[in-house]
């Protein structure tokens, strides 16, 4: 057998990678044309942001979301030089769990909830942001 040459026979001579990567997106907020009630709404949520400090009436901000938990069907190939890690497409659903997010920007605080169950979540965060405030 002969010595394997530096052309590769699955990339013609010559090719480049390009920088457009299709299967990939990003989400947006993208305002609907000339509504000036949604710029208005989104001008009055910024100005909270710029708000003076204040002990009694403090900054919190709140995002929740859930997730789905997956495990491994198959063993994934870890990264080598020049090669991403490899992961298997298939999976197996593992439960889901809820996340909320606090966070007091003014103050560089922030925590992080994770629970079963939504209804649990949402009395701890009450209960947090009344010691916060209180």
């Not at 090719?15 to 993208?30: D, E, G, N």
């Not at 197996?92 to 605080?109: C, I, K, Q, T, Y």
Request: hydrophobic share 35%; proline share 9%; net charge positive.
């Amino acid at each position: 057998m002969g010595k394997r040459g530096p052309e590769r026979h699955d990339h013609p001579a010559g090719a480049q990678k390009t920088a457009l990567k299709p299967h990939q997106s990003r989400y947006w907020v993208i305002p609907p044309k000339a509504n000036a009630a949604f710029v208005a709404a989104m001008e009055d949520v910024l100005d909270v942001y710029t708000r003076p400090q204040d002990p009694k009436r403090p900054l919190v901000c709140l995002d929740e979301t859930s997730k789905q938990l997956t495990k491994e069907t198959r063993t994934p190939i870890p990264a080598r030089p020049g090669q991403s890690a490899r992961s298997d497409y298939e999976y197996e659903r593992n439960g889901a769990v809820s996340l909320f997010m606090l966070f007091a920007p003014l103050v560089g605080w922030r925590h992080l909830a994770v629970r079963d169950r939504r209804t649990a979540c949402s009395a701890t965060i009450k209960m947090r942001i009344q010691r916060q405030s209180g």
